[in-house]
């Protein structure tokens, strides 16, 4: 599940603490709005977060997803939700997320959350878990 992250999963609950008190922040100023995404069947099952940064006329979404989750739909249900909501937005006109080029279910996610693959970008982001080089990205998006 951590392979394409751009972060090394934490070690300890005060690397935890010091996230969340960051993505506090982000709602508390606007600049980012973390989504955290529960099971239907368990409401206790804690399977994901989703994270929309705003930025201007743009919204960047990320998320992560525990793979007990993954091939049931709920990733492109979310972001495509987070998607409209954005572009909903008078401000916001575009709307974008990335993966890694070998991640292809990442990919498959945002083509069915109805964004637009734009292009590679070479050497966009570290993900550590795979290589401490930058590695390229598909860019896709949604814009109005």
């Known amino acids: 599940m951590t392979r394409h992250l751009g972060w090394i999963p934490h070690k300890d609950r ?3 603490t010091l ?13 980012g709005f973390p989504l955290v995404v529960f099971s239907h069947s368990d409401p206790a099952d804690l399977v994901g977060m989703f994270r929309a940064h ?3 006329f743009k919204v960047n979404d990320g998320y992560v997803l525990a793979s007990r989750a993954w091939g049931k739909g709920c ?12 572009l909903a937005h008078p401000a916001i006109y575009r709307a ?7 991640h292809l279910a990442s990919a498959r996610v945002m ?6 693959r734009e292009g590679r970008l070479a050497r966009y982001v570290v993900h550590p878990s795979i290589s401490d080089t930058p590695r390229d990205c598909f860019m896709y998006a949604r814009v109005l």
Request: aromatic share 10%; charged share 30%.
């Open 14 to 16: 005060s690397e935890t």
């Open 96 to 102: 974008e997320a990335f993966c890694d080029v070998d």
């Open 19 to 31: 996230f969340l008190n960051k993505v506090t922040e982000e709602w508390t100023t606007s600049r």
């Open 111 to 116: 083509e069915k959350a109805g964004m637009i």
């Open 54 to 56: 705003a930025g201007g």
């Open 75 to 86: 990733a492109s249900e979310i972001l495509g939700w987070l998607v409209e909501r954005a």
